[in-house]
Structure formats: C-alpha cells, structure tokens
C-alpha cells in the first residue's frame, strides 16, 4: 500500500523556560503574514500540543514576534483552534480569579484575577482581520498569552503570598539541581 505524502510537515521547538531573557523581551509586530509565519504557527500548534498546552505564544519559542496559538476545544468545544497575529485587546469587561499554568513554568500553579470577557482583534493565517469575543476561560487564555508579547508571566499578578510560595519553590529548585 502506498501512503499519501503530506506537504505540511510540522516541527516541535523549544520551548523557554523561566528565567531564560526571552520570556521578558517585547515581542515585534510583524508585518506581513507570509509562508514563514504560517509555518511557524503551525509548529507551535505542533509544539503546544506535544506538551499538552492549551496556549503558546511566539516569544516560548524563542521568537520574538506577535503570535498566538491556544486550543481550548477540550474544555469549550465552541472554541476552535485559534492562531492570531498582532493581536490587541479593544475591549474588556468584567473579573474573575482562576488557577493558570504555563508550559513556560512548568510545575507552577497559581490564582491569577483577570477580566472576564475580553474582545480582541488581529489577523488571521491569511493575512484578514478579524474580530473575535472569547469568555471566560478563552478570555483568559487570550490574556495569559497576549501578555507574553509584552514580556509579562502570569506570576507577575500573584499576591504577596503565592510570591514567596514561588521564590521558596524556585530555590528549592536549584538547590536540586546544583545537588544533582
Ligand atoms: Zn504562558
């Protein structure tokens, strides 16, 4: 039996892990969406679903430009797969706390208050703007991500006490690794 070649072929990258630079850095907008891009978003779907992510932004994979990926269908199936680029906030309304994650911190859990609903635009894989409402956990997921474009993490929103939780984790942390 013959198999039937697939011209995509997708890529997993690295993924960055705190405290590297990167992660801190202001992504750039980028100017046009060209082959490049499209095979790059469908790498970091590639990518986030291998480590099980429901969102990536381009600066996890060491690339400083302004792109999302996230995937909620499996808790919000009226979500599909989303790929944004140049995304910006126009609106936000409301407030909810919620426990987040990022595959940037891996192990890192914590509660993090952000709006409720947020409207954002920005374009799509064929270059046409859209606009799109995404609720709770989309709302949420579309912040945690756009915020990595401007070199924000989500334990940069803990209180006083989830912070010393995580200075004693992150020292914990490398005191195994300088024992190992
Ligand atoms: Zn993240």
Redesign the pocket.
């Known amino acids: 039996m013959t198999s039937i070649l697939i011209e995509i072929k997708m890529a997993k990258l690295n993924i960055e892990i705190y405290t590297a630079p990167v992660l801190r850095r202001c992504a750039s907008l980028v100017e046009r969406v060209t082959p490049e891009i499209n095979q790059l978003v469908q790498d970091m779907f590639e990518t986030m679903y291998e480590a099980k992510g429901i ?1 990536l ?1 381009a600066p ?1 994979v060491g690339i400083l430009q302004r792109i999302i990926v996230c995937d909620i269908e499996e808790y919000e199936p009226m979500y599909p797969p989303m790929a944004l680029i140049n995304p910006v906030i126009i609106e936000c309304s409301g407030q909810a706390i919620g426990e987040e994650g ?3 911190l891996p192990g890192i859990m914590g509660l993090v208050t952000r709006a409720e609903m947020v409207c954002v635009t920005g374009l799509t894989l064929n270059g046409t703007e859209v606009k799109f409402t995404g609720l709770d956990l989309m709302a949420r997921v579309l912040q ?2 756009m915020e ?1 474009l401007d070199g924000v ?2 334990i940069d929103h803990f209180d006083n006490m989830q912070r010393a939780m995580l200075k004693e984790l992150m020292l914990e942390k490398s005191n195994n690794k300088e024992a190992k």
Do not use: P, T
């Open positions: 969102g932004a996890q990022c595959l940037s945690h991500e990595h993490l989500f």
